[in-house]
Each structure stands twice: as structure tokens, then as C-alpha cells.
């Protein structure tokens, strides 16, 4: 079959928007239907000039995913999580992926004390049992991913969803793990979470038409019909659902961008009646950790950066809070870990996600904060939830930019630390064994326009002469308080080891550097996310990483919007981009409360529904409503056909907008996954191969060329 090798055209068809005195003409309008006749059509034909227009991308991205596939350790095992089911024994759970299969086994096999993990590379444990088989499950699948995977307290039952379409609705299913057999019981069109409410009752939650979770419902094993515990009304709210350390409790939560609830329910109460903690309070935020004869809350009440505080297990009130720890300016509270020896705070402090530990004496009061220290410049780490309360030590999650993935083991009575598991990362045939020591990171800050310094993690290999010459890829998001840590990745090394820089501009509107700093870049002070990401392209330019023939840009979702506004902006800061799932056509999605998400972002970005003046200034940095002629850098967007995040409306207008107005003569490119979500295929080789492929492109775009 021939490929094109001239761009697909879509009819423009334009409809005029008006709101606040503006009128806009939006020729694409039409797209906003994906049952409109010919929009698949189109997309199938813009896959196949994509694929026509990469052809040279085609040998490079094989050897990427040859790369992965043989760094990649790919039959393993998972570190084992140990949990008691009275009754029945000690277990430890974990799963297996295998050569070959795109997804685990997940599996249990009886324990021995906390100190006999079973060996990746031995043999298979004694009396392993095999609890859920997801290749099996996919099997004939074109999409597939597992939802929640609950095992009930006593061990003998498991609770899990599965998507087979992308649009993030699951079914929910039961199995019998004693007798091996699956349950009648069936739930369909549920959200991902849910929690045990006991050893025969399961709580889980069902969304509206604007897939947002909304209801609360109790599903009891061989009873019908299902009981609705909650409704939550407000449509900035979504619903979430968990249970408690001890088993004891159902924890519920509503939370918007500003404000959230929570409330228990015990699940010896047969009704399950809920009971609020705190009551709502706009612009209130808390949350809740259960422990034993108290709460542990972290909270904002005059705590921008949050705070930690205690109440009985019985609170109804915020006057029934009492502080522990008042907060810090600059030091983000995330949350606490409550165990009954210590309390495990995992903050963000210094631009950094870090661990701090609070000791608890013998009636459960908790000491003084005691950060754990690490000897890199640049990491993150974060405490493992465990289910046992009463334990001798605590795992942690500890990475950086040269350090693959490690889950630490610490020891409360002593201090010491443990390795269980350090990602592998096998020889490479050509480039040989993976050494830290081969690579630098280190923590650089650009100069916003306003004056405000950001902070890039960089990392490279060592031996890269830093004159200019390099390729660089930077990677940006800022939005919703969302940091992005520097973490390591197995097929960001073909691109390192191929002389490429890989940045991370921690722009304003992520949570790197405290609330202040999501505060500063978000509603009205959205463009300094935009001006933030263009300073951080620019430092790298000017401190010798790169060139601007040399230097790519990658975001996804609202990091999407971020490359969208950027290149607008400053379309001669970059050679190439890559904008995943890209949320480009804010303005006309966030005008419609019909749509999926649309009320509940309007805390984020502004109801320029309602506000002339959030109307106005979203006007100003919409990437689709902002495409102006002139030479903009390559473009690739990849986007999925069953996304309900960012429909894949969004990025086929802006497409079809920048084609016809830049006049730009570098390649603009749309590749659509049509049996997928907002998070991509669902295999981990499909993954990698679009890993692989999208990585070529990027080289192949910033190989070098006149500037």
C-alpha cells in the first residue's frame, strides 16, 4: 500500500463563538463531534502521512526499542508487600511480568516472618498461588487495564476492575481465592477506586456524564441491589473512596481544586453510615489518616504550605483539632503514614519530595520531625503505605536521575537501611553496563521575565562536551500543584547515550517549591507557567546544553497546553516538539459545563463561562485560538481516540489550525491511537515502541540544521 505524501485537508466549516463582547470564528468546530462523517477518516488518513513522513525515524526508533527491550529486565518479580489475614496466615503478595507478555501475574504465597522475601531469580516460592492473570484477561484485547486489585481482610476474596476500551469505566468483578472461582457478582461502568467495607462488602464508585465520580455505592457479596451511600451534588467535587490501615474504616473524600471533605464510615455499622470529620469549609483542604485511637489530618487552615494536626477518633469539628506541627513557608506537607511507632511524612522540601520521620512514644504521641538525608544532589523519595500497623520498619521509594528505582527498607529500632530492590538495568550490547557514575544531574535556575528563578534538573552523560553542540530535550507541565521529580528512566538512556541533554523545567503552576509557587501559575497568573518554560529553553541555550537547532520540547496533557502556548509564544526557541494528549483548545472545552471535567476545572483555569476577564486572558494563551503565521518548530501530536481527559478534538484543531495558518515549512504531525485512552496503549511493548518512536523523531528533527 502507498503512502501520502501530501498532509490530509479537513474541511473548514466555520461556526462564531461570542461571549464578553468577542467574537471568534472557529473553522473546526465541527471536530468537536467525533461521530461527525469523515472525522475518523480524517484521523486514519493523517496516520498514515505520519507514518509515510517518519519513514526515516523507522530504523532509529527499532534500535531505541531494541534498547529498551535490552536494558529491560523483563521476566521479574515485583518486591513482595507482606500482609496477615487472621485466620489464615502470613502472606507475601507481588506480581511477575515475563518475556514476551505485555502484562504481570499477580500472586501470593505464604510468609514466614517479614524477613524471607522470595528471590526474583530463584525458583518459584513455595505454595505460590496465582490470584489474577492480566495476560490471560487481555487476551484479544485491543485495550486493557486493570483498575483496583483488593484483596478483603481476611484474604479469601478479591476485588478488580478491568477497562477494555481506554475511557477509564470499568467493570468490576469478585473471585473466590480460596476455591479459585470467579463470583457471579459483576459491576459494570464503575471508576477505578474502591475499597473493602469488611470481609463480604465492597465500596466502589460510579460517574456522571461528565465522568467525574459522584456516587458512593456498598455492593455486599450475593446480595442485590447495591445501596447508594453518597451523593455528592457540587460539581467541582469528585468522589474517592479507601479504606483505613487497620481495616476498620471506610474513608471517603470529596475534593476540589480549593476545598475537600472527608468523612468515615465503620464498617462494623451495618448501614455504613458516614461521618464527617471536619464539615466542609471553602477553601479548606485536609486530609485523613487513620490511627488506631486518633486522626492524623494535614490540613491548610492558616497553613498555606499545610500543616499536621491530631484530633479523637470521633472528631466532627476543626475545634477538635489539635496542631502538631503549625507548617513552614516553602515546605510543602504532602501527607503522613501513620504506623504505631512512627509517623512517616512525606514533604516537598528545597524543590525536592523528601522523607521526614516523626517517632511515637507509648501512648501514640509523635515526636519531633527527623528528615532522612540522601547523597545526591537531585531525588525524590516517598514512603511505601503498608498495611501493618504494628511493625519494626517501614519501606521507602528512593530514585534520581542516575539511580534506577530502589525500595529501601529502614529499620526503627536501629537506623540502618536496606536495599531490597534496585531496578535492573541489564548490560547494553553496544553502550555496555549501566554505571551512575557515567552520568551528571545537577539542579540549574533560568530567569523568569519577572525576575523569578526556576529551577531545571538537567542530567547527561559525563563525557558530553557542554559547548553548545548537544541535543536537549525538555520536559514541562505546571498545572494542578503537579510536580515532576526527577526520576530515573530506562528509555530516556538511548537518548542520553546517543549525546543528548534531558531537562526538567519545574515551571510555575506545579507544586516544586511550595503552594506559592502552583499560586503563581495558575487563573490569573497562568502565562508564567508559558514565559517560565521559554526562560528555562533559553538558560539551557545560554549556558552551553544545547543550541536552538539542537533543542526539542515534550509535554502532555495540560503540559500539552504548556508546548502549545509556548511555541505561540516563542516559535524560535525550539526545533522540534512533542505534545502528548495535548489540552490545546481550553477555552472552547472549559465554555461548555456540559463537557466532561469542565466545572471542576474551572478553579484552575478561571469560568471564563462567567468572568470577562478569565474569558479574556484565556483568549490570550489558548494554543488553537493563538496560531499565528511564520516558521513554528516541528510538531508532533500524539493523542488518543477514547481520551474523556482531553478529547481528541482538541489536538485534531489545533493540527488542522497550524497547517493552514503558520505556513511553517517543517513537518506538522498527528498520530492518533484509535483503541486507547488519555494514558496511551495499554502494553508495555506497545509502550515502548511509542517511547522508541517518538524519541527518533525527536533526534531525527534536532540531527542539526541551519539555525
Not at 284 to 310: K, S, T, W
Not at 466 to 471: N, P, Y
Amino acid at each position: 500500500m502507498s503512502l501520502p505524501t501530501t498532509a490530509p485537508v479537513p474541511p473548514r466549516r466555520p461556526e462564531t463563538r461570542t461571549y464578553h463582547g468577542d467574537t471568534f470564528v472557529d473553522p473546526y468546530a465541527w471536530m468537536r463531534d467525533k461521530d461527525a462523517p469523515g472525522f475518523t477518516d480524517w484521523l486514519r488518513a493523517e496516520n498514515a502521512y505520519t507514518e509515510a513522513m517518519t519513514a526515516d525515524c523507522t530504523e532509529l526508533a527499532e534500535e531505541i526499542f531494541t534498547d529498551i527491550k535490552a536494558r529491560t529486565k523483563q521476566t521479574d518479580l515485583s518486591v513482595p508487600e507482606f500482609a496477615r489475614h487472621a485466620g489464615l496466615g502470613e502472606f507475601w503478595y507481588y506480581s511477575r511480568t515475563t518475556e514476551g507478555n505485555d502484562y504481570p501475574t499477580l500472586h501470593r504465597c505464604p510468609a514466614s516472618g517479614r524477613d524471607d522475601l522470595p528471590d526474583p531469580d530463584g525458583p518459584l516460592p513455595d505454595g505460590e498461588e496465582l490470584l489474577l492473570d492480566a495476560q490471560a484477561l487481555a487476551s484479544g484485547k485491543e485495550f486493557f487495564a486493570l483498575g483496583v486489585f483488593a484483596i478483603s481482610p481476611d484474604g479469601r476474596r478479591l476485588a478488580y476492575s478491568v477497562d477494555e476500551r481506554g475511557d477509564e469505566r470499568y467493570r468490576l468483578s469478585f473471585k473466590d481465592l480460596v476455591t479459585g472461582e470467579l463470583l457471579p457478582d459483576e459491576v459494570d461502568e464503575v471508576s477505578s477506586g474502591g475499597a473493602w467495607a469488611g470481609d463480604g462488602a465492597f465500596c466502589y464508585l460510579t460517574v456522571d456524564d461528565a465522568w467525574r465520580p459522584e456516587r458512593l455505592w456498598v455492593h455486599r457479596l450475593g446480595e442485590a441491589p447495591d445501596v447508594e451511600l453518597m451523593h455528592e451534588p457540587d460539581e467541582r467535587f469528585w468522589l474517592g473512596v479507601d479504606g483505613s490501615r487497620d481495616n476498620r474504616w471506610v474513608i471517603v473524600s470529596a475534593g476540589a481544586k480549593n476545598t475537600s471533605e472527608i468523612w468515615l464510615a465503620d464498617v462494623a455499622d451495618p448501614e455504613l453510615r458516614l461521618r464527617s470529620v471536619a464539615g466542609r469549609r471553602e477553601g479548606l483542604e485536609y486530609d485523613v489518616e487513620v490511627a488506631g485511637d486518633r486522626l492524623f489530618i494535614v490540613h491548610n487552615d492558616e497553613a498555606p504550605d499545610f500543616a499536621l494536626a491530631q484530633a479523637p477518633l470521633d472528631a466532627t469539628a476543626i475545634t477538635d483539632w489539635e496542631p502538631i506541627w503549625t507548617g513552614e513557608p516553602g515546605v510543602r506537607l504532602l501527607g503522613v503514614s501513620a504506623y504505631d511507632r512512627v509517623l512517616v511524612v512525606s514533604e516537598r522540601r528545597d524543590g525536592l519530595q523528601q522523607v521526614a520521620l516523626r517517632m511515637r512514644d507509648a501512648n501514640g504521641d509523635v515526636g519531633e520531625s527527623v528528615p532522612l538525608t540522601f547523597g545526591e544532589p537531585i531525588f525524590t523519595a516517598d514512603a511505601d503505605d503498608g498495611d501493618e500497623a504494628d511493625t519494626d520498619r517501614i519501606r521507602l521509594h528512593y530514585q534520581s536521575m542516575v539511580t534506577p528505582g530502589q525500595v529501601l527498607e529502614y529499620r526503627l529500632d536501629d537506623g540502618s537501611r536496606r536495599v531490597l530492590r534496585s531496578r535492573p538495568v541489564l548490560d547494553h550490547p553496544t553502550f555496555g553496563p549501566y554505571s551512575p557514575a557515567d552520568y551528571v544531574q545537577r539542579r540549574e535556575w533560568a530567569t523568569a521575565p519577572d525576575g523569578t528563578k526556576v529551577p531545571i534538573s538537567i542530567v547527561h552523560r559525563a563525557d558530553l562536551p557542554l559547548d553548545g553542540t548537544a541535543g536537549c530535550l525538555l520536559y514541562g507541565y505546571g498545572a494542578y500543584e503537579i510536580s515532576i521529580p526527577p526520576t530515573f528512566s530506562i528509555a530516556r538512556l538511548s537518548l542520553l547515550d546517543r549525546g543528548y541533554v534531558y531537562a526538567i523545567a519545574h515551571v510555575r503552576g506545579g507544586g516544586d517549591l511550595g503552594r506559592s509557587w502552583y499560586e503563581q501559575g495558575r487563573l490569573g497568573a497562568k502565562p508564567n507557567t508559558f514565559t517560565d518554560f521559554v526562560a528555562c529553553a533559553r538558560h539551557l541555550v545560554e549556558a552551553g546544553y544545547t543550541s536552538v537547532d539542537r533543542l526539542a520540547a515534550e509535554g502532555g496533557s495540560a503540559g500539552g497546553l504548556l508546548i502549545g502556548a509556548a511555541v505561540n509564544l516563542a516559535p524560535d526557541a525550539f526545533a522540534a516538539v512533542h505534545a502528548a494528549v495535548p489540552f490545546v483548545d481550553p477555552l472552547t472545552t472549559i465554555l461548555d459545563p456540559d463537557l466532561p471535567l469542565t466545572v471542576t476545572e474551572w478553579e484552575e483555569w478561571g469560568d471564563p463561562l462567567h468572568d470577562p476577564d478569565a474569558y479574556r486572558l484565556m483568549r490570550g494563551y489558548s494554543p488553537y485560538e493563538n496560531v499565528h503565521p511564520g516558521e513554528y518548530p516541528a510538531i508532533l501530536v500524539t493523542t488518543s481516540f477514547n481520551d474523556t481527559r482531553v478529547e481528541v478534538t482538541e489536538p485534531a484543531k489545533w493540527v488542522a489550525e497550524l497547517r493552514h495558518t503558520t505556513g511553517s515549512s517543517r513537518p506538522i504531525l498527528l498520530k492518533t491511537e484509535l483503541v486507547a485512552g488519555h494514558g496511551g496503549a495499554s502494553g508495555r511493548y506497545q509502550s515502548w515502541r511509542d517511547d522508541a518512536f517518538e524519541l527518533a523523531w525527536l533526534i531525527r528533527q534536532t540531527a542539526g540544521r541551519p539555525a
